[in-house]
């Protein structure tokens, strides 16, 4: 059983900074994906960037040129830098992991194919 612990939410300001953490523990898979989603109030779950064992990455349209997501496999430690914060960016942020692909794929993969998820970390974007 995989289990995932994210941190690095707070509140900031409209233009700011922020990177998110989410420690992996309990993965065997070889091939797997890894994906951050954010949910804000009264909205669905949406996928946000996503990265898979190949290295392979794929980003929402919102956020390209603003996030970027990264894992360090020796640490098992997916991050998310996210510069240039928008108050739309604003939401509860998940880690997921899945036995899934990223590399090839023409958009990011669906909130079905991850099975493993993380407790959530709140960010604020402040105008």
């Known amino acids: 059983q995989v289990q995932l612990v994210e941190s690095g939410g707070g509140t900031v300001q409209a233009g700011g900074s922020l990177k998110l953490s989410c420690v992996m523990s309990?993965?065997?898979?070889?091939?797997?994906?890894m994906a951050w989603f954010r949910q804000a109030p009264g909205q669905e779950r949406e996928g946000v960037a996503a990265?898979?064992?190949?290295?392979?990455?794929k980003y929402a349209d919102s956020v390209k040129g603003r996030f970027t997501i990264s894992e360090d496999n020796a640490k098992n430690i997916l991050y998310l830098q996210m510069d240039s914060l928008k108050p739309e960016d604003t939401g509860m942020y998940y880690c997921?992991?899945?036995?899934?692909?990223?590399?090839?794929?023409?958009?990011?993969?669906?909130?079905?194919?991850?099975?493993?998820w993380g407790q959530g970390t709140q960010v604020t974007v402040s105008s």
């Open positions: 309990g993965n065997t898979y070889i091939s797997y994906s």
């Open positions: 990265i898979d064992s190949d290295g392979g990455t």
């Open positions: 997921a992991h899945g036995a899934t692909v990223v590399t090839g794929r023409s958009s990011l993969p669906f909130e079905y194919e991850y099975n493993s």
